[in-house]
């Protein structure tokens, strides 16, 4: 069975640009997480969803930044406009159902550059 | 907001010692640790989870929980090159159980 599938693995902006990242949750999971991972806060809940209902958005750090999961196999996250300071590695992650201590199972994850 | 803090390492350890990993938590109704590797470039991955006092071993890894000190542990035997990564520490965030919080993590590198 295919894991969590994020697109693109890369990317390279300007400041000023709008970024999507894209993620695909393994196939029968409930729990959708973003997170972000930079050298100086590490990993960051943005925000997560359960049953493609966001549930918790308190980590979205602006009004930037945004989190849609139209259905149960699809997420985006959306920055716009971008800045320099958003550079980071952007990680997609899913769990069957978001129940305590389930494992969450991370994509490959998508390493944004702003310029 | 609950707050967990690693050691940023690098821990150094020679083939085939143990490491030992630390990790406290500020939140003392945590009820829920975890371990996760994470090598460079990579994605983390779950090695250890521990919700009660006490240890739990797994293969060469054993995760050690005190609550009262607000403190967890992962201990690795017979430590191999192959565990060189970044270790980070996560507890369960929310009332529902369902968001982690992570350390930083700390470096372990294992020579030779």
């Known amino acids: 069975d295919a894991g969590v599938i994020q697109s693109p693995r890369h990317e390279v902006t300007e400041m000023g640009q709008e970024v999507t990242l894209r993620c695909k949750p393994i196939s029968g999971h409930n729990s959708l997480f973003w997170y972000r991972q930079t050298m100086m806060r590490g990993l960051e809940l943005l925000i997560y969803?359960?049953?493609?209902?966001?549930?918790?958005d308190s980590g979205m750090p602006e009004d930037r930044f945004s989190a849609k999961m139209p259905n149960a196999s699809f997420s985006t996250l959306k920055i716009q406009p971008s800045e320099p300071r958003d550079s980071a590695v952007y990680f997609c992650a899913s769990s069957p159902s978001g129940g305590a201590g389930e494992t969450q199972y991370f994509g490959p994850g998508t390493r944004l550059l702003v310029l | 907001q609950k707050e967990v803090e690693q050691n940023s390492g690098p821990l150094s350890v020679p083939e085939g010692a143990i490491a030992s990993l630390n990790c406290t938590y500020s939140?003392?109704?945590?009820?829920?640790f975890f371990w996760y590797r994470q090598y460079s470039g990579k994605s983390p991955e779950l090695i250890m989870s521990?919700?009660?006092?006490g240890d739990k071993e797994d293969g060469r890894f054993t995760a050690q929980l005190n609550k009262a000190s607000q403190y967890v542990s992962l201990l690795i035997r017979d430590s191999q090159p192959s565990d060189s990564a970044t270790y980070l520490c996560a507890v369960i965030q929310n009332q529902a159980g369902t968001a982690l919080i992570f350390g930083k993590g700390t470096t372990l590198s294992v020579s030779s």
């Open positions: 521990i919700y009660s006092n």
């Open positions: 939140d003392r109704g945590s009820q829920s």
């Open positions: 969803f359960n049953n493609n209902v966001p549930i918790d």
